[in-house]
């Protein structure tokens, strides 16, 4: 019979390390699904912390449902790279215009399979 991965220190079985992308991650108030090769919105918070992704938020270029990672493709046992959404502005760098780019990012893993890195940023697995 094979050993259970229960988690219990001492116990001999330590629990597995998921290093899939597949899940949801959370950044302060927001949520993203990420399922193959794409990352969706399934939470946004009031506030995005960025003038132009508010005016994005309110004129509804950016919703639950928007698509924030897609071809993603993994390079490395705990990397992978994708596109990223960016807004445009035109001529005021606070107002979106409904243009919208996908601009190459790399995504790393942290070990323990907990924690992701992109741009600067982190979220974590929930």
Not at 99 to 126: F, K, L, P, Q, V
């Amino acid at each position: 019979m094979a050993a259970c991965d229960d988690g219990n220190p001492g116990s001999g079985n330590s629990p597995s390390v998921n290093t899939s992308l597949n899940g949801t991650w959370v950044d302060g108030g927001f949520e993203i699904k990420i399922s193959g090769s794409t990352g969706v919105y399934t939470r946004l918070p009031s506030d995005t912390g960025s003038a132009l992704w508010n005016d994005a938020k309110a004129k509804g270029y950016l919703k639950v449902g928007t698509q924030y990672y897609r071809n993603i493709s993994q390079t490395g046992t705990l990397t992978w790279s994708a596109q990223k959404l960016a807004f445009g502005w035109t001529g005021n760098p606070n107002v979106a215009d409904g243009r919208t780019s996908y601009t190459n990012c790399t995504i790393t893993m942290s070990s323990d399979g907990r924690t992701i890195y992109e741009g600067g940023g982190s979220a974590t697995r929930r």
